[in-house]
Structure formats: C-alpha cells, structure tokens
DNA sequence: CATTGTGAAGCGTTTCACAGCC
DNA sequence: GGCTGTGAAACGCTTCACAATG
C-alpha cells in the first residue's frame, strides 16, 4: 500500500492505448468505490471495461505494481494512482472557442466540471453572442481569449466553431499559451509541435457505423443468394477491436 | 476511370484502422473537388490529412487500384468510390435517445444532416420533453422508438442520456431493431454480438489531453532543474500517434 | 520520370502462458 | 490456491523502399 516509486517527476512513459484506456478504468474504479466495494481482481475490472484481463493487468503495471498476488486490487488505492498518472489531482479550467450550437452545449453540459474540467470561459467573434450567458458561464469575444487564458491558467482550448474558422480558432488558442486542444470541427488542424490536439469528428463516427451498416447489408444479401436455412443470425465480421464491445446484454 | 471489380456485393475487408481514416481523406476530396482540384497525389492527400504518403496508399489501396502512376488520383472518382465504400450512397436517418443538452445540441447541430445523417426522430422518457421541438424536430416518448425505427427503417441510433439510463436505452434501440449504436454517455453498453457500439466519451478525451500536460509540465521541471540554456523550447515526447498531428502552422 | 502499388521490415499493441508471490 | 506481473509469441498497423507503369 506505501508507494514504491518516485513520486511525480520522473515518470515511466505509458503507452497510448493504455493512456486512452485510464480514463474508463478510472470511472469504473469510482462507480465501484462508491458502491463500497474494496477491491477488485483484473478480471473484474476487464469484465467491467469490457476487455481482456491481461490487457487490465498490463495496463495497471505501467502504474507500478499496485496489486497483491492471489487478491486483486485495492479500488481506492488504484482510483488515487490512475488519477494522479492522469493529472487529475487538480482542475484543468479549459476554455471553450464558438458558442454556437456545439459551444453552448460544452458549456451547458455539465459532465466537464464534474469531471474536473470547469469551464473557465467562452468566446466567439460574434458580437450579437457576446454576453449571452451559456450554462452559467458569460461568452465574451474572442480579443478577450488571451486575458482570459492568462488570468485563469488555462492550458487545454476547445474548438467548437464552424470548420472555415477551426484553423483561426486553433492559431488563436496557441498563441494565448494553450498546449492541449480538443477539436470537434471537422478539420484537419495544425498546430506547432510540442502542442497535442486530439479531434473528435461526429459525422466520421457515424460514417464508420455506416460502413459496418453497408457491410452487414452486403453479407445478408450474400447470405440470403445463399439461401442458408433459418433460426438465430450468424453474423461474422468482429464489430471492431478497438472501441466496440460485444456481450451478452442484459 | 472504369469499375476495375465487382461492385457492392463480395467486397475486401478494410483494416479499422483504414476505415477511421477514409472519412477524413473524403472530407478533404470533397473540399478540393468543390475547389476545383481534378487530380490530386498521396503526397498531396497526404499532407492535407496530416497522415504519412505511403499510409494514403495503402489505405486507397484497399479500395482498388484507382490511381494512376506518374499522375496521382482523379478526384471525383475517388470521393465516388470512399463514399460508395463507407456506404453513403445513400442517406441514414439516425434516433436520439434523450433531449437532455446534449441530445437537443445534436439535434440541432445541422452537420449531421449535411453529412448523410438525417435525424429522423428523437425520444426522451421525460414527458416533459415531449413535444418540445429541438432543431425542427419533435420530441416524442420514448415508448415510441419502436414505431420510429420501423417507419423510418433506421439502423443507427444515438444514446445522449445520462449514464444511468444509457443501458436501458441502447436495450431499447437494439430490441427495436437498430444495429449500429453511437454512445455518448460515459459508460460502458453491452450490446449482442452483430451490433456495432461505438463511444464517444468527451471526458475521456480531455483526460487524455490532461496526461500529456501534466507530462509536460513534469518534463518542463525536470529541464529547470537541469538548467537548459535559453533559445526556443525543445519539447521532446511525440505528442501521440494516431489523432494528434503536429505540423507548422500557418 | 513522377507517382502508384506493394512486398517486407519495423514497431506498437494484444494476448498467451506461466513464474512469482501473498 | 488464486491472482498478479511479465517475458515472449502473435497480431495488426505503419513505414520503407523499390519494382511496375502510365
């Protein structure tokens, strides 16, 4: 239960997929806390995430070795571990650029404070938004963008504003001194090294289930030409490895 | 510029990993084709989607040998057959379930339509809600999804609830017959085997985007200590693979 | 002769399988 | 005995490098 290694400075470098998976574990790790449960085995939590126990296990041991053979893992322990490798000891205020329908829902959306990311401020170029009031926070302009980066600290921007003005919006963030950016316009943006900028596109989403869409299409055809005799559908293809899930339902 | 192949039916399987990418090289097309560009090469692809040339290669490569060496790509019969490929030759009406904030920001979030995803219904199990029309379309009750779905022949369906009752909605959706599943509440669905799920988890991103700062910010100590000397800040640690690009900005 | 299409090498991730340990 | 932690195998994706070719 004592810490075994170095804390803070001098960190092992995780791997990517496991950096994206953290955060699931995280949330699930909490759920379970609060429902009082004290420890849980990598199988468990697998079942929980939806993955291989292996991968939770490797996955947790690039945390350091926080389990005890023939036990499992102490939830409250490993929710303060995955939290502190995440950064998630403290609040990252995030500024918001657009306030148009997907600005205002950001702010609206109060999942982010709760999560640890407040909203610190959202701007937009156009006047007749400024001082509108969205999800309890003012919109101010855009010139405004650097008072507010600076005053508050603010490291990660979002960009929600309409694809013409994403690129502007991002050139904008980084000079102000934001590092990190999350971009939902459906761009492709630039931004300077040293600077991450992750993308969430909703229409590429969708546009992949639309291929997995066409291709079940494709193969009920074929299996239909096929004539296969009745009862419960086959269906092949894996639905995907990374970010879809199979299971029994509920 | 003729079909080299079979069309629609029997068709090669596309890596994830390519099918995630064709999106963004349509999206990009379709902007060069609206802006005149006839021919374009993989380098040229390339660099507009932030991706390496030989990558745009291989992934065209899947589609079929569409290219012309010494010349490069023909434009519009590249979006013809990406968009024949990921199936939106023709429209997917998409349900919402749950007119929360986020659900009523989809539905008004216009992109989706434009893009082939027309919204054709969204339910709530609130009364409340029903009947209140978020962006030109009418709430209507949950108990309804049914008669939606089959009216409409919808196979996407689209949970914007709270994570408590996401479950009971992706249930819902797949007992009404939808097969492909975008989440967006931070939770992980279990679906039968034949549904696609995918997540879209916006506190996972900017927990992700949390540990590269945080990781900065260690890095960036660890250089004071060692006193670097002065001149433009190195940033070593690559920003990350898949989503993130890095480029000069303009 | 510029550029595609693709084998083959390289690399990161997943999974297996089992030694190590409580 | 049960479960973690981890080498090693397997896998899929990316990148290289170059032969094929319009």
């Known amino acids: 239960m004592a810490p075994h290694r170095t804390p803070h400075v001098t ?17 699930i790790l909490s759920e379970q806390a609060e429902a009082g449960v004290a420890s849980i085995s990598s199988e468990g939590l697998a079942e929980l995430a ?15 070795s926080y389990g005890t053979r023939g036990v499992g893992y102490e939830v ?14 403290h609040d990252w205020p995030v500024v918001i650029v657009g306030a148009g329908n997907l600005g205002q829902a950001l702010a609206g959306y109060g999942g982010f404070g709760e999560r640890g990311f407040p909203v610190g401020g959202i701007v937009d170029i156009d006047v ?7 999800g309890g926070v ?13 005053s508050k600290d603010i490291s990660i921007g979002i960009v929600a504003t309409p694809p013409s003005t994403a690129q502007d919006a991002a050139d904008r963030l980084v000079r102000s001194g934001v590092s990190s950016i999350l971009n939902f316009a459906p761009v492709v943006l630039s931004a300077p090294a040293g600077v991450t900028v992750r993308k969430v596109d909703l229409a590429v989403e969708l546009q992949i289930l639309s291929y997995h869409e066409q291709r079940r299409g494709d193969q009920r055809r074929t299996e239909q030409l096929r004539a296969a005799s009745g009862g419960v ?9 990374a970010e879809s899930r199979r299971d029994a339902t509920a």
């Open 128 to 134: 007749a938004k400024v001082d509108t009031v969205v």
């Open 50 to 64: 939806g993955v291989n126990a292996a991968k939770v296990r490797k996955d947790l041991s690039y945390l350091g």
């Open 11 to 27: 960190r092992r470098r995780i791997p990517e997929a496991t950096v994206a998976r953290l955060p699931v574990y995280l949330q």
């Open 76 to 89: 409250d322990y490993l929710v303060y571990q995955i939290r502190r490798e995440l950064g998630l000891d």
């Open 233 to 241: 559908t086959p269906i092949a293809g894996n639905p995907s490895p």
């Open 138 to 150: 003012r919109v101010r302009h855009i010139d405004e963008l650097d008072a507010i980066v600076r």
